[in-house]
């Protein structure tokens, strides 16, 4: 099959954005979306090396790291993969092949969306990885809120940790915890990694300084009831005592209702004369970055270092992102981009006091570059844990879905450059105070982060 017919191909298939890192956009679906297969299906050698080629000809088409080929490593894996395919198997064990494809890019943007499993089956319970290791956070049968678990099956959390460093594309190991946490109650990844036995998992945690032994079933059914009580995504609480205002953005979704909750923000903060803001996303994993010029515009700065951009132009691109030409790149500017900081809409709202943001490792995408644009730009002080995102990274995706298994996915075309280039190479932002959570402080309902910023601004 040609490049050509092999592109119109693809883009047949070519589906619904997800997310992105910068401007998020919404493509329409180009055509139905092919039903996604479950982990039991068994796929055959000819679908399973259709829906290899597929991922290969996509992401050497569209990502810009691709531009000038595929690495020698890169052209090694896929050398490798292609090998593996020689007899039907499962579409799990598929799955995680293609899956290495995506993981050698390095770019948490560039990945395989999680699969179907076999009978949908879970560990009933949520696991969190801190700091210091891998905690209960939550469960409802023999595991309990508290227990540190030290090894799952024969293997130890330092060893999960290192082949889930293998398999969750991400760059830096605070996504791969953050997103392992997770992952690691999921009946497709607890197979992956080969430590279910009989339809049961061992525990191995450590509970009151005792070591225990837990054999716990799989289950498709949840008892875990959550006491959390469902908030707004976008809101602000006011502190006039301790003259402090928290602006809370769990997404960066850039409507009205986020327009006016920031107007109403500053408004109130100008009425109590509030000398510090605060900016929490450590429960935001992005959106659009256009709420970053929105907030930008309440303070009192004329301009302001942004990113550069440079993007790979395809025929994908100019199908679902309208791009003006459908082959090249466009390299990022190679100095600053300077911008002039656009006024809010009430001039008599604009904030002269003390910035702070608060971030985690969920903060990832659109709201990482709310970190990245202050420390950059050196407009405030971050406080919390370092975030799950490069300040310098691949974003803007366009989807993308398997031609035979179904299995979708999203694919960067742009390449984000830093405000301060000088501040790189960095795998993250590290805060200027650096306040972990500990499983004490989830057990006691304590937010570590807002203690350590009120503390802060007390003195």
Not at 143 to 169: F, H, R
Request: net charge neutral; with cysteine; hydrophobic share 35%.
């Amino acid at each position: 099959m040609s490049q050509q017919s092999s592109m119109t191909t693809t883009l047949l298939c070519l589906i619904l954005l997800l997310f992105a890192s910068g401007c998020k956009k919404s493509y329409e679906i180009q055509s139905p979306p092919v039903p996604e297969v479950t982990g039991d299906k068994i796929i055959s050698v000819e679908e399973m090396t259709e829906d290899l080629e597929f991922a290969i000809n996509v992401l050497g088409d569209v990502h810009p790291k691709t531009y000038r080929g595929f690495s020698q490593k890169q052209k090694q894996l896929i050398k490798s993969l292609r090998a593996k395919i020689t007899e039907p198997m499962e579409a799990q064990k598929f799955y995680f092949i293609v899956n290495e494809l995506f993981f050698s890019f390095k770019d948490a943007h560039t990945s395989l969306s999680p699969m179907k499993s076999k009978r949908n089956r879970f560990i009933d319970a949520e696991l969190v990885w801190l700091h210091d290791g891998l905690y209960v956070k939550n469960a409802s049968d023999k595991l309990k809120q508290g227990d540190k678990v030290i090894a799952i099956g024969n293997k130890s959390t330092s060893q999960l940790l290192d082949e889930l460093e293998q398999m969750i594309p991400a760059e830096n190991l605070h996504y791969v915890q953050y997103k392992a946490g997770r992952n690691l109650t999921h009946e497709s990844y607890l197979d992956q990694l080969g430590i279910i036995q009989n339809d049961t998992v061992n525990y191995l945690i450590r509970r009151d300084d005792i070591e225990l032994m837990l054999n716990v079933s799989l289950t498709n059914n949840s008892k875990i009831t959550s006491e959390q009580i469902s908030k707004p995504w976008v809101r602000f609480q006011v502190d006039k005592k301790l003259s402090l205002g928290i602006f809370t953005l769990d997404t960066c979704r850039y409507n009205d209702e986020f327009k006016n909750k920031l107007n109403d923000f500053f408004a109130e903060v100008k009425k109590h004369n509030i000398r510090h803001i605060a900016v929490d996303v450590r429960n935001n994993s992005g959106g659009n970055s256009r709420v970053i010029e929105e907030f930008l515009s309440y303070m009192n700065i004329k301009k302001y270092k942004s990113f550069s951009m440079g993007v790979r132009y395809s025929e994908a691109s100019k199908k679902l992102a309208n791009s003006y030409k459908d082959r090249g790149y466009k390299e990022p500017f190679s100095r600053s981009n300077i911008r002039d900081n656009r006024k809010c809409p009430d001039p008599e709202l604009m904030f002269n006091g003390k910035l702070y943001i608060l971030v985690s490792a969920k903060t990832f995408s659109s709201a990482n570059w709310f970190a990245v644009g202050v420390k950059d730009n050196e407009l405030g002080m971050i406080i919390g844990e370092p975030t799950g995102n490069q300040p310098t990274s691949y974003g803007d995706v366009l989807g993308f879905q398997l031609p035979n298994t179904g299995f979708r996915f999203i694919c960067s075309y742009k390449k984000w450059i830093r405000p301060d280039k000088s501040n790189d190479p960095e795998d993250a932002i590290y805060p200027d105070v650096i306040a972990y959570t500990t499983i004490e402080d989830i057990i006691q309902n304590r937010d570590t982060q807002i203690e350590k910023l009120k503390e802060i601004i007390s003195f």
